[in-house]
């Protein structure tokens, strides 16, 4: 089992479009019994709150089922019981490193676009109000992120 928790500022944009996303990439190639996938917050501002509408829209109009969440903050024992912790920002990667207790010893932060050999922030729509322009990075980064997945898992080689 391959445990992600995708993470951004608030948990009710960006990080919930990965999740949704990612959770779908991952169906469509039958293997979802090989992961655990959620999604958090760095931050306490959105807790208890459903996805931002236009992260509903957009997947909406992509046709791609949006994951049932309601945003919550990343904990030190998220960063002990995931394998890969995936901010979508560099502010969300120095806040998620404070939140594991200082550092990240076992390298399991990641920030999602490096995956797609790039170290572009995904764009933030809380601020743009463009959730096309996030909608791409993350489908970019999430996409990379299976693919590299892929191979450890025997059935998708």
């Not at 236009?54 to 394998?83: C, F, S, W």
């Not at 797609?116 to 743009?128: K, L, M, N």
Request: hydrophobic share 35%; net charge neutral.
């Amino acid at each position: 089992m391959i445990r992600v928790l995708f993470i951004c500022h608030g948990n009710i944009c960006r990080s919930t479009m990965a999740q949704s996303v990612f959770t779908h990439l991952v169906k469509q190639r039958n293997l979802e019994s090989y992961f655990e996938i959620d999604s958090a917050a760095t931050s306490r501002e959105e807790i208890g709150n459903p996805p931002h509408h236009g992260t509903v829209n957009k997947l909406r109009q992509e046709r791609i089922p949006l994951i049932p969440h309601r945003a919550r903050q990343m904990t030190r024992r998220d960063y002990d019981y995931y394998d890969y912790l995936i901010g979508m920002d560099t502010w969300n990667i120095r806040n998620m490193i404070r939140i594991a207790g200082g550092s990240d010893a076992h390298n399991k932060i990641y920030k999602l676009l490096t995956f797609a050999g790039s170290e572009r922030d995904v764009a933030d729509p809380w601020y743009t109000g463009d959730f096309e322009a996030t909608y791409r990075d993350v489908m970019e980064g999430c996409t990379a992120f299976l693919k590299k997945l892929e191979t450890h898992i025997p059935e998708a080689k």
